[in-house]
T-cell receptor, first 119, second 111 residues
Framework: DGGITQSPKYLFRKEGQNVTLSCEQN?????MYWYRQDPGQGLRLIYY???????QKGDIAEGYSVSREKKESFPLTVTSAQKNPTAFYLCASSILSGTSLLRPHNEQFFGPGTRLTVL | KNEVEQSPQNLTAQEGEFITINCSYS?????LHWLQQHPGGGIVSLFM???GKKKHGRLIATINIQEKHSSLHITASHPRDSAVYIC?????????????FGKGTHLIIQP
């Protein structure tokens, strides 16, 4: 079955440690995204990538880093520079707009999320 | 950057009631998304629409592009509809640069 996987579902880390969240998709999507969700707030865009070896900052990229070495994978590293890293992190993917006559808009498919708690 | 406003933030209703959730956005868009998030956190895409109306079972989504407004309706609501419903639009109106989300509507349907 095609889909997006994120692991682990729950992650605990000590303050000051870097941590990497995994996101893998087998949908053959070009674009991938990372969002962060905090209680009472909408999801916010951290980083996105439209093509391998290229990525762009979203609204809240400070303290995070990403890589896109393979089309299927878009890992997110939460660095010690991120002041308040405890949150729910969602990965998503989509085809690029205009690349399909059947789906001209970028419908996004979401992973199950990783809940990160920094102690 | 697109801004999204959703209302109401919280909604409690009795089973069987007709539910309406509203969404307004600031920048013209290629498509609008309605998403559902259950307590475990996973998000499911309900609708993506760029004009008119779409229906899936008891769920109906409408959009007015000129007024930059969309509504999600649930007919004959059921306790299993209890979830957070989120409206999202393209970050800058179109393209593949991510979505901007509303804060969500927390819906509780009581038996």
């Amino acid at each position: 079955d095609g889909g997006i996987t994120q692991s682990p579902k729950y992650l605990f880390r000590k303050e000051g440690q870097n941590v990497t969240l995994s996101c893998e998709q087998n949908l053959n999507h070009d674009a991938m995204y990372w969002y962060r969700q905090d209680p009472g707030q909408g999801l916010r865009l951290i980083y996105y990538s439209q093509i391998v070896n290229d990525f762009q900052k979203g609204d809240i990229a400070e303290g995070y880093s990403v890589s896109r070495e393979k089309k299927e994978s878009f890992p997110l590293t939460v660095t010690s520079a991120q002041k308040n890293p405890t949150a729910f992190y969602l990965c998503a993917s989509s085809i690029l707009s205009g690349t399909s006559l059947l789906r001209p808009h970028n419908e996004q498919f979401f992973g199950p999320g990783t809940r990160l708690t920094v102690l | 950057k697109n801004e999204v406003e959703q209302s109401p933030q919280n909604l409690t209703a009795q089973e069987g009631e007709f539910i309406t959730i509203n969404c307004s956005y600031s920048v013209g868009i290629s498509a609008l998304h309605w998403l559902q998030q259950h307590p475990g956190g996973g998000i499911v895409s309900l609708f993506m629409l760029s004009s008119g109306k779409k229906k899936h079972g008891r769920l109906i989504a409408t959009i007015n592009i000129q007024e930059k407004h969309s509504s999600l309706h649930i007919t004959a609501s059921h306790p299993r509809d209890s979830a957070v419903y989120i409206c999202a639009v393209p970050y800058s109106g179109g393209g593949a640069d991510g979505l901007t989300f509303g804060k969500g509507t927390h819906l509780i349907i009581q038996p």
